[in-house]
């Protein structure tokens, strides 16, 4: 089987910021900057996992960076369609796409993409503090960092009850309560989280997309507590640990087939604490995927 490079494409977009900070644009930017301080143990095209223990051959997988997606900064649609085609081009090449973002509306066009190339049934884990089902906004419109779970369901082939939020928390719209009990959408909260180990999590999740073909993983940085991410396009107070996340991520990354993270923000990051997060994801997620 020809090997699977792992392709990293940056989304400079926060166009969907209208309730948050903007300033996610910057994030693809400062993710690959303070990736080098992890790139630069990569020798001779290995690196060792001190954790795992395990050296980590990068002959059997490359990284490849595609570079940014062209933003129209007056046009949604027309920004999401070069998006859509960027990604659907990284998936033409047998690469598994690692999208940078941009504020959380930058998920769907990477959903829809890889809903589309496949023609298979697509899961969806979603690690944010928020829900991301607003379905229209006289505020926000359609298209906002709000809504791109919600556009999702809209696809053919995805189903609530294959839809996984990890680490939901704080207060929500009311009509959440109704549309929640109704939806099938499954939810495991920050709280509950933090009562679970990390292999429950793990298999909820991946219990939730055992009748699909194909699973899309989106990382809202703010899934983590804001102590550990104060970077990002919102504070939610209680949020998770690295350590969860990075624990929890290595039980997905092998059963995944794309992934974007979404929501650094870099103008309120102090001594990049918040990027040094989204990059050390990132590193894992490659390094997780060689040989698969
Ligand atoms: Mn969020």
Excluded at 117 to 133: P, S, Y
Excluded at 262 to 273: F, G, K, S, W
Aim: proline share 5%; net charge negative; glycine share 8%.
């Amino acid at each position: 089987m020809k090997k699977r490079n792992f392709g990293i494409l940056g989304f400079p977009w926060d166009g969907g910021a209208s309730l948050g900070r903007p300033g996610a644009r910057y994030a693809p930017k400062a993710i690959r900057e303070t990736a080098q301080w992890l790139q630069n143990r990569i020798q001779d095209q290995k690196v060792y996992n001190v954790e795992k223990r395990q050296l980590i051959d990068f002959k059997e997988q490359q990284i490849v960076d595609y570079g940014d997606i062209d933003i129209v900064a007056y046009s949604t649609e027309a920004t999401f369609k070069n998006a859509e085609n960027r990604v659907l081009d990284i998936l033409r090449d047998n690469a598994f796409p690692f999208i940078l973002g941009g504020d959380h509306s930058i998920s769907y066009p990477g959903i829809k993409a890889l809903h589309d190339h496949t023609g298979g049934r697509i899961g969806i884990i979603q690690f944010d503090a928020h829900l991301d089902l607003v379905d229209d906004s006289p505020v926000q419109g359609k298209f906002s960092q709000s809504s791109q779970m919600r556009r999702a369901l809209e696809l053919e082939r995805i189903k609530p009850h294959n839809i996984v939020q990890i680490g939901v928390r704080s207060y929500n719209y009311p009509w959440y309560a109704e549309y929640l009990k109704e939806s099938g959408i499954v939810q495991i909260t920050a709280r509950e989280v933090h009562g679970m180990t990390h292999e429950e999590v793990i298999k909820r999740a991946l219990d939730a997309c055992k009748d699909v073909d194909y699973i899309y993983l989106t990382f809202d940085i703010d899934v983590l507590d804001p102590a550990f991410a104060p970077g990002s396009g919102a504070n939610e107070p209680g949020g998770l640990t690295p350590v969860q996340c990075f624990s929890i991520l290595d039980g997905l990354y092998p059963h995944i087939h794309a992934m974007d993270i979404a929501e650094v923000n870099p103008l309120y990051d102090h001594q990049d604490v918040t990027t040094s997060m989204a990059a050390r994801v990132l590193f894992d997620c490659a390094t997780a995927r060689v040989g698969i």
